[in-house]
T-cell receptor, first 109, second 116 residues
């Protein structure tokens, strides 16, 4: 099964941009890249997803490398409410949504 | 508002007892999932169902059972055979229309089970 690799933790100051990296070197052509985030004691929340092209929505941007072996979630201006664990996931089939341990983002005022 | 409701939010159980966690969705989603999360860990798939009256085991199904009698409901029973049931349990759902990989999961708020 294709897996993802993320740093365990990252830090940012409030109102600064944050770039959260994810490596997925074994990705196949039909795997979508999804990002979710989880606040303490809550269920994960969808952030963004993409296949090949960069994607933007109201929450974040997703930059996907040309070879698709890595991607970066971009929070343009971090707020204290963005402090969470961010999961980078490859969505292959209905059942194969494999969550790693994610990146814990700390945001400082 | 559409969403997923999990209950109870907190549950305490004595060893040897079975407990059932409820998961209801009003999103008209065909697929539903149960995940388990331990402290500091990612999510692990217990069971999933793509259609009513059908479900498949995930990676850690031993000691758990599910049913899918209605599209809206996917209850999880934690049986006494589950050796370490204390965990945070998350239910999710997604559509199965269109391209599978593009379907987004919607999660409930979770149920925290503690075995005394």
């Amino acid at each position: 099964d294709a897996k993802t690799t993320q740093p365990n933790s990252m830090e940012s100051n409030e109102e600064e941009p944050v770039h959260l990296p994810c490596n997925h070197s074994t990705i196949s052509g039909t795997d979508y890249i999804h990002w979710y985030r989880q606040l303490p004691s809550q269920g994960p929340e969808y952030v963004i997803h993409g296949l090949t092209s960069n994607v933007n929505n109201r929450m974040a941007s997703l930059a996907i490398a040309e070879d698709r072996k890595s991607s970066t979630l971009i929070l343009h201006r971090a707020t204290l409410r963005d402090a969470a664990v961010y999961y980078c996931i490859l969505r292959i089939n209905t059942d194969k949504l494999i969550f790693g341990t994610g990146t814990r983002l700390q945001v400082f005022p | 508002d559409g969403g997923i409701t999990q209950s109870p939010k907190y549950l305490f159980r004595k060893e040897g007892q079975n407990v059932t966690l409820s998961c209801e969705q009003n999103l008209n989603h065909d697929a539903m999932y149960w995940y388990r999360q331990d402290p500091g860990q990612g999510l692990r798939l217990i069971y999933y169902s793509q259609i009513v009256n059908d479900f498949q085991k995930g990676d850690i199904a031993e000691g758990y059972s599910v049913s899918r009698e209605k599209k809206e409901s996917f209850p999880l029973t934690v049986t006494s055979a589950q050796k370490n049931p204390t965990a945070f349990y998350l239910c999710a759902s997604s559509s199965t229309s269109g391209v599978t990989g593009a379907n987004v999961l919607t999660f409930g708020a979770g149920s925290r089970l503690t075995v005394l």
